[in-house]
C-alpha cells in the first residue's frame, strides 16, 4: 500500500506501522463485508421460500431466487477463504454487480416501477462505496452498481425523467458514501497518529529517542523469539561511559545531555540496521544485534568502543563494553545479565575495554 510523504512525516518515517494500521482497517471492512454476504444470501432464500406458500406458478421465482442464492453462498465461502485484497475486491465486485442485477429482474418480473427499485440499488451502491475492501480503486463499486443499473433502465425503454431520477439518486448516494468513507479514514487514522505518539513516549527515551527499558523489554522479546524460531544467536551487550558523573560535575548537565546524545547516534551508526538499541538509565546503554558469531561479537563492540573513543564530542569519553550471546538454555534475561557481569569487569579492570565471556 503506497504511504504519503505527510503520513510517514507524522510517524516519524515508520511506513510498515501505516501499512499495518491499514491493513487492520481493511481487515475489519472484510469482516463486515463477509457478514453482509452472509445476511444477504439468508435474506434472499427466505423471500425466495415465502414463495412456496404461493399459487404453482410462484415455484419459477423461487426457483431463480435458489440459484441466486446459491451463487451468493458461493461468494461467501469463496470471499472467506482468500486473503488478497486484490481478490477479495474482485469477489466482492462481482457480488454487488449480481445484487443489482437480480434486484432489477425480479422487480421487473413482478411488474415493480423502477421508483421502488432505486432504494435498494441506491443503498447497494452506498454500501458497496463504504465496506469497499481496499484503499484505491474505490469508484470500482461504483461502476459495478450504475453499469446494470443503466442496462436495465436500456433494456425496459426508461422515460428520460425515469433515467434523470436514477442519475440523481446514484450521484447523491455516491458522494455520500465517499465522504463518509474519506471522513471515516481521516478520523481512524488521526486516533492511530495519537495512539503511536502516544505509545512512543511510554516506550521511548526522550533525550536520544532511543527505546527506554520499557521499549527494550518489548521488542527484545519479539527479537529473541524470531532468532529462536530461525536457530540464530543474539548478541546482547551493555555499554557504559566511563566516570560520567565527572562530566556533569565539571561541565553541567547541558554538556552531559549533549555526551549522551552523541554516544547514542554513535553506537546507532556503528552497529548493523537490524539491531536494537536502548538507553537502559542515566549513562548506560544496551545494544541487541541478531544472527552473529563469536568473532562478529568481538569486532561489533570493539568498533564502538574505538568510534566513541575517537568522537568529536564536547568532553572526550570512552565506554566500558560487556558482551554475551544468547544459547539453547540461556535466554534474554539471563544474557543480559552475563553481559552485565562481563560490563562490571571491564570497568575492574580499568575501564575503556571490551569484557566478552568467551574472551
Not at 172 to 177: D, L, M, R, S
Not at 239 to 253: L, M, R, S
Request: proline residues 3%.
Amino acid at each position: 500500500m503506497e504511504v504519503t510523504a505527510y503520513q510517514r512525516w507524522w510517524l516519524g518515517d515508520t511506513q510498515s506501522d501505516v501499512e499495518q494500521f491499514l491493513k487492520e482497517e481493511f481487515s475489519e471492512s472484510g469482516k463486515t463485508i463477509h457478514k453482509l454476504l452472509w445476511v444477504g444470501a439468508a435474506l434472499f432464500f427466505l423471500r425466495g421460500s415465502l414463495e412456496l406458500l404461493t399459487p404453482i406458478h410462484y415455484w419459477n421465482d423461487f426457483v431463480v431466487r435458489a440459484l441466486g442464492t446459491g451463487w451468493l453462498l458461493v461468494l461467501c465461502v469463496f470471499y472467506g477463504s482468500i486473503r488478497q485484497m486484490v481478490h477479495k475486491s474482485a469477489v466482492y465486485g462481482v457480488y454487488l454487480t449480481t445484487f443489482v442485477s437480480l434486484v432489477g429482474y425480479l422487480g421487473l418480473q413482478h411488474n415493480f416501477h423502477i421508483g421502488y427499485l432505486a432504494v435498494p440499488i441506491v443503498l447497494c451502491l452506498a454500501f458497496g462505496v463504504l465496506t469497499w475492501p481496499s484503499l484505491h480503486g474505490i469508484y470500482w463499486p461504483i461502476l459495478a452498481v450504475v453499469v446494470p443499473c443503466t442496462l436495465m433502465l436500456i433494456l425496459i425503454h426508461a422515460t428520460t425523467v425515469d433515467k434523470a431520477v436514477y442519475a440523481f439518486y446514484l450521484v447523491v448516494g455516491a458522494f455520500f458514501a465517499i465522504m463518509v468513507r474519506r471522513s471515516r479514514m481521516r478520523t481512524a487514522f488521526t486516533l492511530f497518529v495519537f495512539r503511536q505518539k502516544l505509545h512512543n513516549q511510554t516506550t521511548h527515551d526522550p533525550l536520544t529517542g532511543l527505546l527506554n527499558r520499557t521499549g527494550w523489554k518489548e521488542q527484545s522479546a519479539d527479537l529473541y523469539s524470531k532468532c529462536t524460531q530461525l536457530g540464530q544467536p543474539l548478541m546482547v551487550a551493555f555499554i557504559d561511559i566511563d566516570h560520567f558523573k565527572k562530566v556533569n560535575d565539571a561541565h553541567g548537565h547541558n554538556v552531559g545531555d549533549e555526551v549522551i546524545t552523541t554516544t547514542a547516534q554513535k553506537i546507532v551508526e556503528t552497529l548493523p540496521s537490524n539491531a536494537l538499541v536502548a538507553r537502559f538509565g542515566g549513562e548506560e546503554f544496551i545494544a541487541a544485534v541478531p544472527n552473529v558469531d563469536l568473532s562478529e561479537c568481538m569486532g561489533l563492540a570493539e568498533n564502538i568502543r574505538h568510534n566513541i573513543e575517537t568522537l568529536k564530542n564536547p568532553v572526550p569519553v570512552t565506554v566500558s563494553i560487556g558482551v554475551s550471546l544468547t544459547s539453547g538454555e540461556k535466554g534474554v534475561s539471563e544474557t543480559m545479565h552475563a553481559a552485565d557481569m562481563f560490563l562490571l569487569r571491564a570497568k575492574e579492570c580499568g575501564r575503556n575495554q571490551v569484557c566478552f565471556e568467551h574472551s
